[in-house]
């Protein structure tokens, strides 16, 4: 079926439940206009009721109590008939309620007639009833004055089913009775209504109510025809509007159909075309809401499918994209796994990407000393190609400055610019020429990419628009970084495998040359054989060894291989700080340059430019030889200019320099071992030496007073040799246990506040006779406000003593030693100047060394074990002071200056006392003193000391016979040696404390022996002896200790 039968169709199932509608709404109107015309009967009927009621009231008459009528009509006193209806009134009588009789025909001559009774009560009793007789004819004009529409008919029945009175025709049917269906219906009800046959055979509406006052009804009816007829009206008035409104409906179903489906028919093949895959023509207009609707919506789907198709192009455009991008990326990883020559591999990868990615395309990496290396270039254009070569090659980025590769390396992150403006191009290209390249390039656009491994930036990936109209936007860069990712791998796993195999190649060299160097204590051997493996090793055109003086960083050529280099032959020397060399010694690091001359981090001058001008090599690798943070040589790879140095042979070359510190180390450990050993052989040589010479002198001078043959100035003599012998030997006996004590660590200070003044005065003191003995002037100058210093008084003075002793002994006669003592805080400075032979300039900086001595040969002038100085260094350290020595050269004399940190308070303490003579010795009168030694000699000489100052000394040579001396002689002061075979000092000492205070256990006690350490001192006074006197000892000390311990 078409639309517009549909149309149709739809119009019909549309006006057909209308039709039914409006006969439902027919029929309940037919039913609403009989339910009203019934009602209107009954009103009619009602009244017709109300009429008779009436008629029937105004009909009453009256009866007495005896039930006889009293008429109003006659006479007073007139006797009336007998009522014609006595059961009437006797029902009234005994009911005492109005009552209406059925139609009496008899009573009223030749009428018929009904009475009306209603009783009198009066207090409750009845007193009579009111009566009257009332004429059908009567009511039948109460019927008539209704004024009934024609065919309409009313009457009254009484309670029999008898006709009372009947309009029109009364006198016909007044008295008969009524139908039968009459008189079944009323019996049921007081009112209604009905279709019932009439006493003419004719069927009636019939409507019917009940008397008030009496079992009578008043019916009135109309022909059924005349009810019917209205309702046929309505249903012929329905049909025919209903016939009307079809035809008009299906007339407008057809106009308005055309007009509905000629929008749906264009749209019909508007959607086949759609569906078809073309686009549709815009579709009509239509007034139907739902068809506008409808090609609303298949414009919709045409714009819809438009949009689906432009995105289908995009994303098969992007499809295509992803594709290249992934066939790119994985040429890319081909090409970067395909070699771990990753330079070249680069070059290739620049290839790559033009014009895939970029018109140019530019690599640079980050070479070991931070700058930036272009390694490679390429061009899409393969006439420019050239061009860009040369224009990577002239123009590198510099790290430092503001080139987009620059700051790329230095954040880490993309540099991307979708336009360069000329200030940008101002940036990339800041010299003319280069600016002037870059224009005939047409640069419009960049992107670079860092290349990053293992959180090291390794280099960037610069890509440039130049002629293709290329812009580079955001989403570009996720590409062009997973490329710089994937090239940083291939990087970084051939720098890995690169370094991996330049440690094997040196550890196999380093093995090869291990042992050499292992037996090579030569520095000269080691520099040369190092400086030609290196070279070997790594193919290059020359290399040189440098040797670094640690004071003065100024280096000097000890040996070459390769091509010579003249100017640079063993021997020659370049400035701290010059070359590159000089650039790897003050940044303790290795330092690689394409070209020293135009590196802006070299310096050289004038005379170093001319020279390296004419050397091919300008390509160069230094490494500094670095031994307990010291640099101490310089290893120097040069090769032709522009050669890059990669961070393998960087590895190897640290490597081998590593070995080269080692070895040069162990040589010169080794020669400080050499030289320590001869300087020890010649010590105990000197030691000998200066032992035997004043033995001899004392042995000779022993024998010759032995033989009583002196006259009294020999003997004087003599005695004078033999203690000016005795207090050297004494002498070089203190200096050995100072040594030793310095070189095990056991030297200890007693820290005071101390007058420096004071302890310089009393050193003076000490060696005045001995300056003047050789005419040398003592020149002091001490400022007496120099303040305390923070010292042992007794080691200072042995430092000062030391320093005036030296410069005594190495100044000539008539010469001049100058003591100055002054303050510059935070110290006390100590200055002792001669005028004596000075020091060489290359003893200098050994003049504080042990065992060291300027001349140590069988031709010296001066004696001496070269001690004493080293024991002064060790003493002013120790007092957290500084020492430093000072010549001009030979005959030119010698400053030493000596400081010492100030004291935190002013306190001032004398010096030790200067040595008292024999001849002032305190007198020990009257004390007893007890002497043990199990050496004679020396047992001998205390005994001399203390005999002469007055003491009475009492020997023992044992342990026992000090006991049994002991409870003897009950001495006031016991001096015992520590070392005796059998019970020594410590023993000796415990058994006299435990003989108790009344057998002498508590005598004081001295240790007098040669055990001079610390420790022995310590355990000395520990035992319970009061002081410790090491030997040898001057006799008034001895004395004087002696007194002061029996005063106590």
């Known amino acids: 079926m078409t639309l517009r039968s549909h149309l149709i169709t739809l119009v019909l199932v549309a006006v057909l439940p209308l039709l039914v509608f409006s006969a439902i709404v027919l029929a309940l109107a037919a039913d609403s206009e009989r339910d009203a015309t019934e009602r209107g009967l009954r009103a009619t009927g009602r009244a017709v009721g109300t009429a008779v009621d009436h008629t029937l009231d105004k009909a009453i008459g009256a009866l007495d109590e005896g039930g006889r009528r009293l008429n109003t009509l006659q006479p007073t006193g007139t006797e009336l008939p007998p009522p014609a209806d006595a059961t009437t009134i006797a029902t009234v009588l005994a009911r005492r309620m109005p009552v209406v009789s059925d139609l009496i025909s008899g009573g009223l001559p030749g009428r018929a007639h009904v009475v009306v009774a209603v009783p009198v009560l009066r207090e409750g009793s009845l007193r009579g009833a009111l009566l009257t007789a009332l004429d059908a004819a009567t009511l039948a004009r109460v019927l008539d004055a209704q004024q009934l529409p024609g065919g309409w008919a009313a009457g009254i029945v009484d309670g029999r089913g008898v006709i009372v009175a009947r309009t029109p025709e009364s006198s016909r049917y007044t008295g008969q009775p009524a139908r039968p269906e009459y008189v079944a219906f009323t019996e049921r009800r007081d009112g209604g209504a009905a279709r019932l046959p009439g006493l003419d055979g004719l069927r009636r509406h019939t409507v019917f109510s009940r008397l008030q006052h009496a079992r009578w009804t008043v019916y009135l009816a109309l022909p059924a025809t005349t009810m019917d007829a209205v309702l046929q009206r309505s249903l012929w008035a329905l049909i025919g509007g209903g016939i009307f409104f079809l035809a008009a409906g299906l007339v407008l179903a057809v106009f308005v159909g055309r007009r509905v489906t000629a929008p749906i028919v264009s749209l019909s093949s508007a959607a086949a075309r759609l569906g078809a895959g073309q686009l549709p023509e815009a579709p009509p207009v239509s007034g139907v809401d739902e068809v506008a609707a409808l090609a609303g919506a298949l414009t919709d789907a045409a714009r819809r499918r438009r949009e689906i198709e432009a995105e289908r192009e995009i994303f098969l455009a992007r499809v295509e994209a992803a594709r290249e991008r992934a066939a790119l990326l994985a040429e890319a990883s081909r090409l970067l796994a395909s070699s771990l020559d990753y330079e070249a591999t680069l070059e290739r990868l620049a290839r790559l990407l033009v014009p895939a990615l970029a018109d140019l395309c530019v ?204 100017g640079l032959e063993p021997g020659a020397t370049l400035p701290a700080g010059s070359a590159t060399v000089g650039l790897a010694v003050r940044e303790r690091r290795p330092v690689t340059t394409l070209d020293l001359l135009s590196d802006p981090r070299i310096a050289l001058t004038a005379e170093q430019r001319t020279l390296f001008e004419a050397v091919p090599f300008r390509s160069v690798l230094a490494v500094p030889l670095l031994s307990h943070e010291r640099v101490i040589g310089v290893l120097a790879l040069g090769d032709r200019k522009g050669r890059s140095f990669r961070q393998e042979e960087v590895l190897l070359a640290q490597g081998f320099a590593e070995q080269a510190a080692l070895a040069l180390e162990n040589a010169r450990l080794y020669a400080e071992a050499r030289d320590a050993n001869r300087a020890k052989d010649e010590f105990l040589a000197t030691l000998s030496h200066e032992l035997r010479t004043p033995l001899t002198a004392m042995l000779g001078w022993v024998r010759m007073l032995q033989s009583a043959n002196l006259d009294v100035a020999t003997r004087e003599r003599a005695l004078q040799v033999i203690d000016r012998n005795t207090k050297l030997q004494a002498q070089l006996i203190d200096d050995l246990l100072d040594v030793s004590r310095i070189v095990t660590g056991k030297l200890s200070l007693e820290l005071k506040a101390v007058d420096v003044g004071a302890v310089v005065e009393a050193a003076l003191d000490a060696v005045t006779l001995g300056a003047h003995a050789k005419s040398v002037m003592l020149e002091r100058r001490i400022d007496p406000a120099a303040g305390p210093a923070w010292g042992d008084a007794h080691r200072l003075q042995q430092v000062v003593w030391n320093l005036l002793s030296n410069a005594i002994k190495f100044t000539p006669s008539g010469g001049r030693v100058t003591v100055t003592v002054e303050r510059e805080d935070p110290h006390v400075v100590v200055r002792v100047a001669d005028t004596g032979h000075g020091i060489a300039p290359e003893f200098l900086p050994y003049i504080f060394d042990r065992f060291r001595q300027a001349d140590s040969t069988t031709t010296r002038a001066h004696g001496g074990l070269g001690l004493g100085l080293a024991i002064v260094h060790h003493f002013v350290t120790l007092h957290r002071g500084t020492v430093t020595a000072a010549s001009d050269g030979a005959d030119r004399g010698a400053t030493f200056t000596v400081r010492i940190p100030l004291a935190p308070l002013r306190v001032t303490e004398r010096a030790m006392p200067g040595v008292l003579s024999v001849d002032r010795l305190p007198p020990l009168a009257g004390i007893r003193v007890l002497v043990v030694d199990d050496d004679p000699d020396a047992r001998d000489l205390v005994t001399a000391v203390l005999g002469q100052s007055g003491a009475e000394v009492v020997t023992a040579a044992s342990t026992q016979e000090a006991l049994d001396a002991l409870a003897r002689a009950r001495p006031h002061v016991l001096v015992s040696d520590l070392s005796m075979p059998g019970d020594d000092g410590y023993a000796l000492l415990e058994r006299v404390r435990a003989l108790g205070l009344d057998r002498g256990g508590h005598v004081a006690a001295v240790a007098l022996t040669a055990f001079a350490r610390a420790e022995d001192r310590a355990r000395a006074l520990a035992a319970g002896y009061a002081v410790h006197i090491p030997k040898p000892v001057e006799p008034a000390a001895l004395v004087e200790v002696v007194a002061r311990v029996a005063a106590r």
């Open 363 to 566: 690599v640079d990496l980050v070479g070991d000393d931070g700058e930036i290396r272009r390694v490679a270039a390429a061009h899409a254009d393969p006439a420019k190609d050239e061009a860009a070569r040369e224009l990577a090659r002239r123009f590198s980025p510099d790290r430092r400055g503001h080139h987009p590769v620059a700051r790329a390396l230095r954040s880490g992150r993309p540099e991307l610019a979708s336009e360069i403006s000329a200030e940008t191009l101002e940036t990339i290209a800041p010299d003319p020429a280069h600016r002037e390249l870059a224009h005939a390039m047409a640069y419009a656009s960049y992107l670079v990419v860092p290349i990053t491994a293992r959180e090291r930036t390794l280099g960037a990936i610069s890509l440039v628009s130049a002629g293709s109209g290329r812009r580079y936007m955001a989403e570009d860069v996720p590409l062009a970084e997973d490329i710089a990712r994937r090239a940083a791998v291939a990087i970084d796993n051939a720098r890995l495998y690169h370094q991996s195999e330049a440690r094997l190649r040196a550890a196999e060299a380093a093995a090869e040359i291990g042992g050499f160097l292992n037996q090579a204590l030569d520095p000269d051997v080691v520099s040369r054989r190092i400086a030609e493996s290196v070279r070997a090793l790594l193919g290059l055109g020359t290399s040189l060894f440098y040797r670094v003086n640690p004071s003065t960083l100024e280096m000097t050529v000890v040996a070459t291989s390769g091509t010579p280099i003249p």
